[in-house]
T-cell receptor, first 114, second 110 residues
């Protein structure tokens, strides 16, 4: 069984540009989560999809961040326009069944905003 | 007070010893608890989950949960140099989102 995949693995963009991150969850996992780790800080929750619906987006920092999961399969996270403080590693995770169960993480996308 | 607290370490143990990693959490409504291992530059890898008070053993790993004390621990028996990594404690209140601690760095010396 393939794990969670993310693309790209690394992105370097200038302040003000747009970047789109992609996550493909484990097949059959209805729950998809986005997290972010800023250097020196703990991993922080961004949002949670159940199939194509946003269940919880309380962790999204501001309206420069837009997440979608059309069709309930893969998800994208767009940052527009990017700011310096958006730099960090963005992880995607997925889990089957009910929320509260085990989450499996992808390799992450390292975003550097210069 | 942080929601999930861990000693950042580093915790250094000799090869073959027991490594003990600790975590406290503030939300009494928390229902599920996880330990992830993260090697430098890699993604968090789930190694243990625990949902009820007591001990849960899986190979060399034992997770312990005490909800009254709001305390979770991870014991690694017969520590190996390959166990050297950052161990992340994560707590879920069954809403879905995980709350992570900052992680404890473990160094196992040959």
């Amino acid at each position: 069984e393939a794990g969670v995949t993310q693309f790209p693995s690394h992105s370097v963009i200038e302040k003000g540009q747009t970047v789109t991150l992609r996550c493909d969850p484990i097949s059959g996992h209805d729950n998809l989560y986005w997290y972010r780790r800023v250097m020196g800080k703990e991993i922080k929750f961004l949002l949670h999809f159940v199939k194509e619906s946003k269940q919880d987006e309380s962790g999204m920092p501001n309206n420069r961040f837009l997440a979608e999961r059309t069709g309930g399969t893969y998800s994208t996270l767009k940052v527009q326009p990017a700011e310096l403080e958006d730099s960090g590693v963005y992880f995607c995770a997925s889990s089957p069944g009910l929320a509260g169960g085990e989450q499996y993480f992808g390799p992450g996308t390292r975003l550097t905003v210069t | 007070q942080k929601e999930v607290e861990q000693n950042s370490g580093p915790l250094s143990v000799p090869e073959g010893a027991i490594a003990s990693l600790n975590c406290t959490y503030s939300d009494r409504g928390s229902q599920s608890f996880f330990w992830y291992r993260q090697y430098s530059g890699k993604s968090p890898e789930l190694i243990m989950s625990i949902y009820s008070n007591g001990d849960k053993e899986d190979g060399r790993f034992t997770a312990q949960l005490n909800k009254a004390s709001q305390y979770v621990s991870l014991l690694i028996r017969d520590s190996q140099p390959s166990d050297s990594a950052t161990y992340l404690c994560a707590v879920n209140s069954n809403t879905g989102k995980l709350i992570f601690g900052q992680g404890t760095t473990l160094q196992v010396k040959p």
